[in-house]
């Protein structure tokens, strides 16, 4: 149990559903991630926030929105997905951005599957 | 461009030794992290290294040099539960994490 939770665990959706996936942590860190994971590829850092605040949008595209109400949860929601964002969404947290060794405490995953 | 290089995959005995490498380009250089993810899981933390040298953590070590833009992670006495990949990770000057596509251990009796 890494104190990061994520709902639902799997998830499959037609290319015109719209669909949220859930993050919490309990860990009182004030950063929070979302990373794509697809097969053989490095994770993508897709959005960070900091107290609550977007810093980093690595280019995401317009059917991938994020929002984060507060510290500790975390959406990200999905709309007319294509078949190529299939993969594992990983949700994580650290205490902060910068500075110290700040590991990154991920969640579960949501794997994710467009049909 | 910013690029994290280990190999795909690695096999080893049970009771041996593996050494995992991770050579790195990146716009500057703020710590470099391994971690372990078994399939279907989450990744969690190894190890941190930010200055050259050796960080011993039980049966796992990690080695850095800066200058070589090179790192390796040393897993000793192998056990069947360290199959899983191992991932590795550098902040650049902007504290963003730079991911290699990481190495999956597989572990023989």
């Known amino acids: 149990e890494t104190g990061v939770t994520q709902t639902p665990r799997h998830l499959v959706m037609g290319m015109t559903n719209k669909k949220s996936l859930k993050c919490e942590q309990h860990l009182g860190h004030n950063a929070m991630y979302w990373y794509k994971q697809s097969a053989k590829k490095p994770l993508e850092l897709m959005f960070v926030?900091?107290?609550?605040?977007?810093?980093e949008n690595n280019s995401v595209p317009s059917r991938f929105s994020p929002e984060c109400p507060n510290s500790s949860h975390l959406f990200l929601h999905l709309h007319t997905l294509q078949p190529e964002d299939s993969a594992l969404y990983l949700c994580?947290?650290?205490?902060?951005?910068?500075?110290?060794?700040?590991?990154?405490?991920f969640g579960p995953g949501t794997r994710l599957t467009v049909t | 461009g910013q690029n994290i290089d280990q190999p795909t995959e690695m096999t080893a005995t049970e009771g041996a030794i593996v050494q995992i490498n991770c050579t790195y380009q990146?716009?500057?250089?703020?710590?470099l992290f391994w971690y372990q993810q078994h399939a279907g899981e989450a990744p969690t933390f190894l190890s941190y290294n930010v200055l050259d040298g050796l960080e011993e953590k039980g049966r796992f070590s990690s080695f850095l040099s800066r200058s070589k833009g090179y790192s390796y992670l040393l897993l000793k006495e192998l056990q069947m539960k360290d199959s899983a990949s191992y991932l590795c990770a550098v902040r650049d000057s902007n504290y963003q994490l730079i991911w290699g596509a990481g190495t999956k251990l597989i572990i023989k009796p």
């Open positions: 990146t716009s500057g250089f703020n710590g």
């Open positions: 994580a947290s650290s205490p902060g951005l910068a500075g110290e060794s700040y590991e990154q405490y």
């Open positions: 926030y900091n107290f609550k605040e977007q810093t």
